[in-house]
């Protein structure tokens, strides 16, 4: 049964980069055909946002509106991936998850079948 | 974007009685190649990450109690329990895998009256 862990610092301050590490155990990501692997986060109080989507080619799908502060990158030989945001500010203070996503097609698209715990991030100075 | 809307915000049901979200679509999110609505349904509690419920919009996920069902096509949805359970208390979310960027509905808050 494939799991995931979130990892990184819980406080950022406003205009730096929040770093997020999701460790996979039970499942090989370079394996993943049919799954990408994604990152979901909730600010408090509010809804659901899609961060984006990695495939095990290393391509990448980005929700529009982060797309120009995020990166997801793979690391196979660790078993993991991650998420950079960069120049954060204090909308971006949320319980950040990584997730498998059962892909519907190649074009990013799926839903999470299996989550991490999740992990808060605070942006303040 | 597809846009998914959620109601009603929040509902207080009593136990054992039935509960009723409602989820809408900005557009078709029925795949007509293979009849599929491309629709999950999470439920997410206090502290805990999401746990899928149902996809393809009324399909159960193994485990899931058959109190659980989901409805609809097209842009319309539902997820009914049936009788709900101390357990059920949950916030609920729709979300669409039609296309990217996936979206969320705004969550259903279910208590127990």
């Known amino acids: 049964q494939v799991q995931l862990q979130e990892s990184g610092p819980g406080l950022v301050k406003p205009s730096e980069t929040l770093s997020l590490s999701c460790s996979v155990s039970?499942?090989?990501?370079?394996?993943?055909?049919?799954?990408?692997w994604g990152w979901i986060r909730q600010p408090p109080g509010k809804g659901l946002e899609w961060i984006g989507n990695?495939?095990?080619?290393?391509?990448?799908y980005y929700n529009p509106p982060l797309k120009s502060r995020v990166t997801i990158s793979l690391d196979m030989s660790k078993n993991q991936f991650s998420l950079q945001l960069n120049s954060v500010t204090v909308a971006d203070t949320a319980v950040y998850y990584c997730?498998?996503?059962?892909?519907?097609?190649?074009?990013?698209?799926?839903?999470?079948?299996?989550w991490g715990q999740g992990t808060l991030v605070t942006v303040s100075s | 974007d597809i846009v998914m809307t959620q109601s009603p915000e929040s509902l207080a049901v009593s136990l054992g009685e039935r509960a009723t979200i409602n989820c809408k679509s900005s557009?078709?999110?029925?795949?007509?190649?293979?009849?599929?609505?491309?629709l999950v349904w999470y439920q997410k509690k206090q502290g805990q990450p999401p746990k899928p419920l149902i996809y393809?919009?009324?399909t159960r996920e193994i485990g899931v109690p058959d109190r659980f069902t989901g409805s609809g096509s097209g842009t319309d949805f539902t997820l009914t329990i049936s009788s709900l359970q101390a357990e059920d208390v949950a916030v609920y979310y729709c979300?669409?895998?039609?296309?990217?960027?996936?979206?969320f509905g705004g969550g259903t808050k279910v208590e127990i009256k």
């Open positions: 979300q669409q895998y039609y296309s990217t960027p996936l979206t």
């Open positions: 393809w919009a009324s």
């Open positions: 990695i495939y095990q080619s290393g391509r990448t």
């Open positions: 997730a498998r996503v059962t892909a519907k097609d190649g074009a990013g698209s799926g839903k999470f079948d299996s």
């Open positions: 039970g499942y090989s990501i370079s394996s993943s055909s049919g799954y990408y």
């Open positions: 557009q078709s999110i029925l795949y007509i190649s293979n009849n599929r609505n491309y």
